[in-house]
């Protein structure tokens, strides 16, 4: 009986959700999955009122979920958005959210803004480590707001991270006889903590004979993701290069109202989420694109143990893609309500 946090958060993020329960309870009712979805309040919402974004205990007890569904935070209300960092940092960080998944995977070919791509060609994941690099805020400032003030951000990379995340891109190529994994990083310039990355990168590789094992600098990789993208399979970096590439990757495929995503730890309960924002200045008018929450679903459904769902719940939104039972951002007509019926349908076509 799998045990679902949801967490709808705000803006827009309540209705994409709410479009992705629609779907995951339509096929709990179809297989008997047996799925139990526990709302959380975490968001601005509750900041406002009560000063406090999550509290620790409420951080651990995540821990107890099998998964955890989230919207979108942001709020303009909250300027510093120090509840979203609170919960979405938290999470990654506290609960050890090591890998961020990111697919990019082109579901109708006229969403790609490259000239006569195929969706065949456009197909590969990304594996971004999520806990360490720049994003871990070790740095400081001196002399703030004088001539002579000194801001100083620091990259941490530590053995056990860098393998980790590039065991789990081979682990993941290998289970799904993928042939090809690239590691991206900047080692020509930054010499310590991405000389790091290459030796770990070629220890590993040694351990997957199989899987043809690449290097790109990260400059290199961002061109060859427009020239070339049929070149990937499965694509390995750390959280700062990983965060720029993955939204050129969900441009890729059509923009960031399709883009999916997963924070996993293997083992432990894992976080999946639509990478779009919370869009406030159209919450409540059903214009969101609900897709990127479904394939989020999907994806979760997969971590679940029921791929062959999430493949039903890829095919069901390639199907409304080219059928143009879509939003207006996507060039259709329909409603955020309408787009989940579409998806539903497609399901039981």
Not at 121 to 145: C, D, P
Not at 185 to 214: C, T
Not at 247 to 264: E, K, P, R, V, Y
Not at 285 to 304: E, V
Request: aromatic share 6%; net charge negative.
């Amino acid at each position: 009986m799998p045990r679902i946090a949801v967490i709808p958060g705000d803006g827009i993020g309540r209705e994409v959700i709410d479009q992705g329960l629609r779907v995951l309870q339509h096929l709990d009712g179809e297989r008997g999955l047996d799925l139990v979805f526990e709302h959380l309040p975490y968001g601005a919402d509750r900041y406002l009122e009560t000063g406090t974004s999550i509290t620790a205990d409420e951080m651990q007890a995540l821990r107890r979920y099998d998964a955890i569904f989230l919207g979108a935070l942001g709020d303009p209300r909250v300027p510093t958005s120090q509840h979203a960092k609170d919960i979405l940092l938290g999470m990654r960080f506290q609960l050890d959210l090591y890998i961020n998944l990111r697919p990019v995977k082109l579901l109708d070919a006229r969403y790609c803004p490259l000239k006569d791509r195929a969706p065949e060609e456009v197909s590969f994941v990304v594996f971004r480590e999520n806990t360490e690099g720049l994003y871990t805020g070790i740095g400081g400032q001196f002399k703030r707001g004088t001539p002579d003030e000194v801001a100083i951000e620091a990259e941490l990379n530590t053995r056990k991270g860098v393998e980790r995340i590039i065991r789990a891109a081979f682990e993941y190529a290998d289970a799904r006889g993928l042939g090809r994994v690239c590691m991206s990083d900047k080692s020509n310039a930054m010499r310590h903590g991405h000389d790091l990355w290459q030796r770990v990168f070629r220890a590993v590789a040694a351990e997957y004979p199989a899987i043809e094992a690449s290097h790109l600098y990260v400059d290199v990789l961002t061109m060859e993701m427009v020239r070339a993208p049929d070149r990937f399979d499965v694509i390995v970096t750390n959280n700062l290069f990983g965060d720029i590439v993955t939204d050129l990757g969900a441009q890729l495929q059509g923009g960031i109202g399709l883009a999916a995503s997963g924070n996993i730890h293997p083992g432990q309960a894992a976080m999946f989420e639509p990478v779009h924002g919370s869009a406030p200045d159209i919450a409540g008018q059903g214009k969101a694109n609900p897709l990127a929450a479904i394939l989020s679903a999907g994806m979760m459904l997969g971590h679940l143990g029921h791929p062959d769902l999430e493949d039903r719940i890829e095919r069901a939104v390639r199907d409304c893609l080219q059928a143009d039972r879509v939003t207006r951002e996507l060039g259709g007509t329909l409603s955020t309500s309408q787009v989940g019926d579409a998806v539903i349908a497609a399901l039981d076509a």
